[in-house]
């Protein structure tokens, strides 16, 4: 798509794609507070990276909705695997709970000095938020949590589909 912009040291760019074969220091899981991975986001990771990434979000948690663990890849192009919370199983994901774990996977990603990290729209499709809710939730979250001193240089917002990159793009352009 092209779209890239700065917030202090942390450059955002949007890119449309299937962000399991992302080659940064972590992707994104759009969650659910048990940490069993379904289907979506969760689905794929799983598929291409291996149950080994589930077993070993599965025994961090159960985690409250907005929080976030972080796991090893497996098979991924990505070195790290972070779980973001946007909804309590079997329930409808809140903005509140994805900006809320969309900082703590910031953190996280910090905590061990990564640089780079790919961000899926959390919360939308199952979840039951619009494309552009969780938006700007999570660039909300990259605002805020840009303020903070950090390792990390570059974020990615992967869209799936045309929807959720335009969604991605739009809030990018009204809220920096």
């Not at 903005?95 to 969309?102: D, F, G, I, L, Q």
Request: a negative charge; aromatic letters at 4%; hydrophobic letters at 45%.
């Amino acid at each position: 798509m092209g779209l890239e912009k700065k917030i202090g040291e942390i450059v955002i760019e949007i890119q449309q794609g299937d962000i399991t074969v992302f080659d940064v220091d972590a992707i994104v899981n759009a969650a659910n507070s048990a940490l069993w991975m379904g289907s979506g986001v969760a689905g794929a990771i799983k598929s291409k990276g291996g149950t080994e990434i589930e077993a070993e979000a599965m025994a961090k948690g159960p985690i409250i909705p907005g929080q976030a663990v972080i796991t090893t890849a497996g098979r991924l192009p990505a070195r790290y695997v972070i779980h973001c919370a946007g909804m309590p199983p079997g329930e409808s994901a809140q903005t509140e709970y994805v900006n809320s774990s969309a900082v703590r996977a910031l953190e996280l990603a910090s905590d061990k000095r990564l640089e780079s990290i790919a961000f899926p729209a959390i919360g939308s499709g199952v979840g039951g938020l619009t494309h552009k809710q969780s938006a700007e939730a999570i660039i909300k979250a990259i605002i805020e949590y840009a303020e903070q001193s950090s390792s990390i240089k570059r974020v990615i917002l992967v869209g799936y589909g045309e929807k959720a990159t335009s969604s991605f793009a739009e809030a990018l352009q009204s809220l920096v």
